[in-house]
Every structure is written in structure tokens, then in C-alpha cells.
């Protein structure tokens, strides 16, 4: 039996990858694309973070539908969105210019497939 706190949800999601790309047009690094892949219960998802170093422009994409684009100064941007049942959060890393994806409040390389 599962203890009362525990998501029951929390098995069926399995962290796919992480990945980082410049893709500024003219400077690629002047614009940064952080890509999370994930799947929950064993459909796959997207999230997409564009960050314009130049411009302070912030945009999160969900499965190719814009979900927000914000100017925020540099690191002060954070972005929650429900999700399948699922608090998600993007939020600046504790390492520079990283940017950390949590699921119901767990980081999302904890949802790495177990062999």
C-alpha cells in the first residue's frame, strides 16, 4: 500500500533528455534553447525554453504551443504551468546560465528511466 503522501502519478513519468542549443540568428549564442523531453504515462512530451541573452526575452513552448514569453531581467525569470496532472516549474540553476525543469517539485534528471 502506498503511503498517503506519495503521487501515485509519479511511476508513469520517465525523463528522457536534456538538451542545449544556441540558436541566435546572427550571434547563435546571443539566444539559448533548453529542450526537456519526457514522457508520462508513455506519451511523449516536449518543453522548449528560449532565452534571448541580448533582449531579456524568455519564451516557453509546450509541445509546440506557446505557453508564455515574458521580459524578465537576467536569472529573475521562473515559469509554473499544470500539466497531465502535473505541477511543472522552470527556474534559473544554482550553475550559470542553466535553467532546472521540476515536476511536482522534483528535479527532472530524478525522473531518469531505472534500468
Known amino acids: 500500500m502506498s503511503s498517503p503522501t506519495a503521487n501515485p502519478a509519479d511511476d508513469e513519468i520517465t525523463a528522457v533528455s536534456y538538451e ?23 506519451q511523449s512530451y516536449l518543453v522548449n525554453l528560449f532565452v534571448s541573452w541580448r533582449s ?16 524578465q531581467k537576467s536569472g529573475k525569470f521562473s515559469y509554473a504551468f499544470k500539466f497531465q496532472g502535473h505541477y ?3 527556474v ?9 525543469l521540476l515536476i511536482d517539485t522534483v528535479p527532472f534528471y530524478a525522473y531518469t528511466a531505472r534500468g
Open 20 to 42: 542545449t542549443e544556441d540558436v541566435g540568428s546572427v550571434i547563435s549564442s546571443s539566444k539559448t534553447k533548453y529542450t526537456w523531453r519526457f514522457e508520462i504515462g508513455g
Open 56 to 71: 531579456d526575452k524568455y519564451r516557453v513552448v509546450l509541445n509546440g504551443y506557446e505557453q508564455t514569453m515574458q521580459v
Open 88 to 90: 511543472f516549474k522552470i
Open 92 to 100: 534559473p540553476s544554482r550553475y550559470p546560465d542553466r535553467w532546472d
